[in-house]
């Protein structure tokens, strides 16, 4: 069985696929990643896979959903400041927040331009 034909993720394009992109956009990488180091280079390794189950057992609930008075699990061990390649600033436990997964893609969204958005110099 075949899936059903989607809009291509391109933006603008009017184009139908039944993967991610069509034919003419999916040999073109978006171009927030296209320069990106992997996770693994980038800090996201196995030791950050450990401190990040330790942290949200400690701390099981998105902190953004909780300010709106929702109860909904942390997924993801958010850097409140981009770390940017910091180091000192990537393991700083004091930088971390946790947040559930649609939080943290609108926080990066803003912070990062994505989703058409231009880049925020704030950071929560």
Not at 23 to 46: I, L
Request: glycine fraction near 8%.
């Amino acid at each position: 069985m075949q899936r059903p034909l989607k809009p291509c993720n391109e933006p603008g394009c009017p184009n139908l696929t039944r993967e991610g992109y069509c034919e003419q956009h999916k040999r073109t990488k978006p171009t927030y990643d296209q320069y990106r180091e992997s996770a693994t280079k980038r800090g996201y390794n196995s030791k950050w896979r450990q401190a990040r189950l330790g942290y949200l057992s400690k701390h099981p609930f998105c902190v953004s959903c909780m300010m709106e008075g929702r109860r909904v699990p942390a997924t993801v061990v958010d850097h409140i400041k981009p770390h940017k390649g910091d180091k000192k600033l990537f393991w700083y436990s004091g930088n971390w927040q946790p947040l559930c997964t649609p939080c943290h893609s609108r926080k990066t969204a803003k912070e990062d331009g994505g989703f058409g958005n231009r880049t925020s110099n704030m950071h929560v």
